[in-house]
């Protein structure tokens, strides 16, 4: 079955450093979301990439699509403490999404 | 979002009773999801509907079942609670984008 795998599972960062999650499909994906859940919350949309090799910025956030539409990843520029939460890919399916197990984010003031 | 909300917000039951989480939305979406959390094992699909006459089963429908009564409301049954359900439940909505709006959650506790 389809499988989307995310890496790292953990990230401790100081505040000011830079941060990357990556997610890696088994098949090729018709498009990919990202969500953030901060910590006692629910999953948040955050955008969707449809292109292969789309690149979208939302102020310190970078998202990519692979050439090949199986992998992505988030990189955020010079971490702040709000932007701790779980960051979750999820790859569109014939019908539904399959999530990544999630990169949780810690920012050491 | 409180836009999806759920109920209830908390559960504890013991082994083998029946449990019904429920799910409302007022987005006006087809589409409802039942999701599950774990630790280290991310969200997992266990039932979806994309109108009121449409159910289909998810990564792991076993040990559950799902009634979607309205376009607004899905609910999801536990028919006989085991320990290893214990998780948190997300319910979702989307269009047809497949955007998804998620609901506070339930925490469930099967003793």
């Known amino acids: 079955g389809q499988q989307v795998m995310q890496i790292p599972q953990y990230q401790h960062v100081q505040e000011g450093e830079d941060f990357t999650t990556y997610c890696n499909s088994s098949t090729t994906l018709s498009n990919i979301q990202w969500y953030k859940q901060r910590p006692g919350g629910h999953p948040v949309f955050l955008i969707q990439l449809v292109k292969s090799g789309e690149v979208k910025k939302q102020k310190r956030l970078t998202f990519q699509f692979g050439e090949a539409k199986k992998n992505s990843s988030l990189h955020i520029t010079a971490t702040q403490t709000t932007d701790v939460g779980t960051y979750f890919c999820?790859?569109?399916?014939?019908?539904?999404?399959?999530f990544g197990t999630g990169t949780r984010l810690t920012v050491i003031p | 979002d409180a836009d999806v909300t759920q109920t209830p917000r908390n559960r504890i039951t013991k082994t083998g009773k029946r449990i019904m989480l429920e799910c409302s939305q007022t987005?006006?979406?087809?589409?409802m999801y039942w999701y599950r959390q774990d630790p280290g094992l991310g969200l997992r699909l266990i039932y979806y509907s994309f109108d009121v006459k449409d159910i289909n089963k998810g990564e792991i429908s076993d040990g559950y079942s799902v009634s979607r009564q309205a376009q607004a409301k899905f609910s999801l049954s536990l028919e006989s609670a085991i320990p290893n359900q214990t998780a948190l439940y997300f319910c979702?909505?989307?269009?047809?984008?497949?955007?998804?709006?998620f609901g506070p959650g339930t925490r469930l506790t099967v003793l």
């Open positions: 987005k006006g979406h087809d589409r």
């Open positions: 999820a790859g569109a399916g014939a019908n539904n999404l399959f």
């Open positions: 979702a909505t989307s269009d047809f984008n497949n955007e998804q709006f």
